[in-house]
């Protein structure tokens, strides 16, 4: 079964940045499109960045021009610039559209 093992979450203030990584395996990101979806506390899982083989990413509108995602291998990657509090929020990879199954997802919040 595959696995994603989400890290790199923190606590940091409005401006800072985060970048997330996501251990899977290649066979994974060699085949699917991969993606980042975030929780918001007491909000459904929603998907904010996705990447397809050939590097195309689209962004949700809350991410773009800010977030970055990428693929190398077998890891996934987010870097999240100019973060504001309501990008607080765990953070889990997935392939796109989503398995059935989640990682723990990693938690980063933004605050003052």
């Known amino acids: 079964q595959v696995q994603f093992a989400e890290s790199g979450g923190g606590y940091v203030q409005p401006g800072a940045s985060l970048r997330l990584s996501c251990a899977t395996t290649m066979e994974t990101t060699g085949v699917y499109a991969m993606a980042w979806y975030s929780q918001a506390p007491g909000k459904e899982r929603d998907l904010i960045a996705r990447i397809y083989s050939g590097n195309d990413a689209y962004y949700d509108d809350s991410a773009k021009g800010r977030f970055t995602i990428s693929v190398d291998n077998a890891n996934v990657y987010l870097q999240m610039n100019r973060l504001k509090p309501e990008d607080t929020a765990t953070y889990y990879c997935?392939?796109?559209?989503?398995?059935?199954?989640w990682g723990e997802g990693t938690q980063g919040t933004v605050s003052s």
């Open positions: 997935n392939t796109y559209p989503p398995r059935d199954f």
